[in-house]
């Protein structure tokens, strides 16, 4: 199951925490990092995140970098990774040599910084006993298929416009696949562990406490598959129609989309010249996507706490399963 927190408040510094745990472990991402977001989780939660994916690279998505980084910066427990747009390595290395290392050589932390292109993916190691020195190429790939995938999720990224490249995230759980119960009673078998086996592919001939089955067979009439769940993020970006166009299809078939919503309407033109979204045109993009939900985030501190619900409005007359995330208050 995919669990998704909302960080920071209305007009704040924003982030996403995914989490998608089966029985045989747990994926964690961090969708940006702005001012605050990283302090506000469990000190335990900040070390076990898997990846930091970075929409781009302006203060309020990246300001809460110091704080992630001093909890994990000789992290040795599992690889640490960050994923942005092209540059991002060059940037991080500023803010990996932002501190004193008199004790480098005692450390052993390596971190891959992965510059996520529109055809490429240059990824770069940075060493905590060189001091972080040293920004040291570590070959590159195509950019076309997704950017990770664990045993839990797999993450897909867009270039969208911003001024640069901004980065969009979807984040993908596996398909599922279920044992039909009403099949299931039909065969007048019990369940139990060979159903594992079942759903595992193997073997040709399946023991079953109704003795050997063909497992093909079994497969066939037992097994159902479904989509697994799917998130959305999209934050800073120039929502024209060709833009528009572009995630309509690429957004296909996802749960929920959390999105900016910078601007109301009425400032639509100030939104295009600084590459944001209005509420109501990504409300729009929602509804021709086909998405199950949209979570407005990110809105501008231009407007006073009394105007916030004002976004919900209009958001809602183009896609009316719109809201603000679950924790959120209207009162400031």
């Known amino acids: 199951m995919l669990h998704v927190t909302v960080l920071g408040r209305p007009a704040a510094d924003n982030a996403l925490l995914v989490s998608a745990e089966s029985g045989q472990g747990r994926t964690r991402l961090l969708l940006d990092c ?17 990846h930091l994916l970075l929409s781009h690279l302006h203060m309020d998505h990246i300001s809460g970098f110091d704080a992630f ?4 910066f000789d992290r040795q427990t599992r690889e640490n990774h960050i994923w942005g747009p092209p540059g991002t390595a060059r940037i991080l290395h500023h803010r990996f040599q932002g501190f004193w290392w008199n004790h480098a050589p005692d450390l052993r932390g390596v971190w891959h910084v992965h510059d996520v292109g529109p055809g490429e993916i240059q990824t770069f190691l940075f060493r905590a006993e060189e001091a972080f020195a040293v920004m040291h190429s570590a070959g590159q790939r195509a950019q076309d298929g997704p950017l990770l ?33 009403a099949a299931l009673r039909a065969l007048g078998l019990p369940g139990g562990p060979w159903l594992s086996a079942l759903k595992s592919g193997q073997p040709e001939l399946l023991d079953t406490p109704a003795g050997p089955r063909d497992a093909e067979q079994l497969r066939r009439t037992l097994l159902r ?3 697994g769940q799917s998130v959305a993020y999209l934050t800073d970006f120039l929502l024209d129609d060709a833009a528009h166009t572009r995630l309509t299809s690429w957004l296909a078939g996802v749960e ?15 939104a295009a010249r600084h590459h944001h979204t209005t509420a109501d045109r990504v409300a729009r993009l929602a509804a021709d996507s086909g998405v199950g939900a949209l979570r407005l ?22 896609f009316a399963a719109t809201a603000f995330p679950d924790d959120w208050t209207l009162s400031g």
Do not use: K
């Open 69 to 72: 980084f001093r909890v994990n």
């Open 34 to 50: 702005g001012a605050g977001t990283a302090e506000s989780l469990p000190l335990a939660t900040v070390q076990e995140v898997d």
């Open 256 to 270: 929920i989309l959390y999105a900016e919503a910078q601007y109301l309407p009425e400032d639509a033109d100030l």
């Open 149 to 181: 995938s664990t045993p839990h999720l797999s993450v897909s990224a867009v270039t969208l416009a911003h001024h640069g490249a901004s980065l969009g995230y979807r984040v993908q759980e596996p398909e599922r696949v279920n044992i039909d119960p």
């Open 225 to 227: 598959r479904e989509p």
């Open 297 to 318: 985030l990110h809105l501008s501190r231009r407007y006073a706490p009394e105007r916030w619900p004002e976004f919900l409005t209009v958001a809602q007359e183009a």
